[in-house]
T-cell receptor
Framework: TQLLEQSPQFLSIQEGENLTVYCNSS?????LQWYRQEPGEGPVLLVT?????EVKKLKRLTFQFGDARKDSSLHITAAQPGDTGLYLC????????????FGKGTLLTVNP | NAGVTQTPKFRILKIGQSMTLQCTQD?????MYWYRQDPGMGLKLIYY???????DKGEVPNGYNVSRSTTEDFPLRLELAAPSQTSVYFC?????????????FGDGTRLSIL
């Protein structure tokens, strides 16, 4: 069974601070997706990374896929209250995403 | 833009009752999925379908059944509700299985079994 460990589980910071959340596994994934989930809603895809060492930026969010494709990180610069939510990483195998393995998530709260 | 629609949004069941969670998508996606999300446990795949008439078990299928008679609809059936099935259920769809394709989620059904 493939597992994705996310850390930290909870993170509460002040507006304007920087933060990094991690997604680690002992298994190799062919792709890694990051989703954000707000209360009462389903997850929404932020980014997909597929190449070892790949870095993608989405405004103030920077995503990196580890060289060995076993881990990923999400860095947020100058966090804003609108960044509050549950961040989930999900790994795909075999070049497909139809049986994703989800991490347990990092619950981020950004206080004004 | 409807996307993935789930009904009902909330439901309380008694132990032993049965019910069907409805899911429909208007994006003509081939792949559909059912997940359950328990507090602090992430999303667990219950069943998935790669097209009309084709379904397969995910990680936690016991106590559930599904059918896929049309591309649009993918209902999830609980036959004998048990307290362990108290959870938030999410339906999702994707165009295909390519790794760059997102899964589109509904807003969930919050189910309590008492």
């Amino acid at each position: 069974t493939q597992l994705l460990e996310q850390s930290p589980q909870f993170l509460s910071i002040q507006e304007g601070e920087n933060l990094t959340v991690y997604c680690n596994s002992s298994s190799v994934f062919s792709s890694l997706q990051w989703y954000r989930q707000e209360p009462g809603e389903g997850p929404v895809l932020l980014v997909t990374v597929v190449t070892g060492g790949e870095v993608k930026k989405l405004k103030r969010l920077t995503f990196q896929f580890g060289d060995a494709r076993k881990d990923s990180s999400l860095h947020i610069t100058a966090a804003q209250p609108g960044d509050t939510g549950l961040y989930l990483c999900a790994g795909g195998t075999g070049g497909s995403n139809y049986k994703l393995t989800f991490g347990k998530g990092t619950l981020l709260t950004v206080n004004p | 833009n409807a996307g993935v629609t789930q009904t009902p949004k909330f439901r309380i069941l008694k132990i032993g009752q049965s019910m069907t969670l409805q899911c429909t998508q208007d994006m003509n996606h081939n792949y559909m999925y059912w997940y359950r999300q328990d507090p602090g446990m992430g999303l667990k795949l219950i069943y998935y379908s790669v097209g009309a008439g084709i379904t397969d078990k995910g990680e936690v299928p016991n106590g559930y059944n599904v059918s896929r008679s049309t591309t649009e609809d993918f209902p999830l059936r609980l036959e004998l509700a048990a307290p362990s099935q108290t959870s938030v259920y999410f339906c999702a769809s994707s165009r295909n299985s390519d790794s760059n394709q997102p899964q589109h989620f509904g807003d969930g059904t919050r189910l309590s079994i008492l």
